[in-house]
């Protein structure tokens, strides 16, 4: 069974919102992650947020338009996608790392220890 379970993938036309949400069936983890792959590409980093102080991290092609959060109570961590494109289709994965991620090092997918298994998320023009 897999520590960290995704929700919420599907298909929505370009300009409209989802939110996937990620599980975390182990307790709770130091630094949450989102990283996506799209049709033919590799791993890309999308969001971070350290459970400590909320603190968040994006990546540029998504700011301003996705937002990562936390609750405390359930163990999830959601990330918030509005304003969607069809360059957003990937596979989305939740990711967590035992000990908090430095600067430096939040957005390479080698820091986290644990995978949810992905979700599909398609956008349309």
């Known amino acids: 069974q897999e520590r960290l379970v995704e929700s919420g993938g599907g298909l929505v036309q370009a300009g409209g919102s989802l939110r996937l949400s990620c599980t975390d069936s182990g307790g709770t983890s130091s630094t949450y992650a989102w990283f996506r792959r799209a049709p033919g590409e590799d791993l890309e980093f999308v969001a971070a947020?350290?459970?400590?102080?909320?603190?968040?991290v994006y990546a540029d092609s998504v700011k301003g338009r996705f937002t990562i959060s936390r609750d405390s109570a359930k163990a999830t961590v959601t990330l918030q996608m509005d304003s969607l494109e069809p360059w957003d289709t990937a596979v989305y994965y939740c990711?967590?790392?035992?000990?908090?991620?430095?600067?430096?090092?939040?957005?390479?997918?080698?820091?986290?220890?644990?995978w949810g298994q992905g979700t599909q998320v398609t956008v349309s023009s």
């Open positions: 947020l350290q459970w400590r102080d909320d603190s968040t």
């Open positions: 990711a967590a790392a035992r000990f908090e991620a430095t600067s430096i090092v939040i957005r390479l997918r080698s820091r986290y220890d644990y």
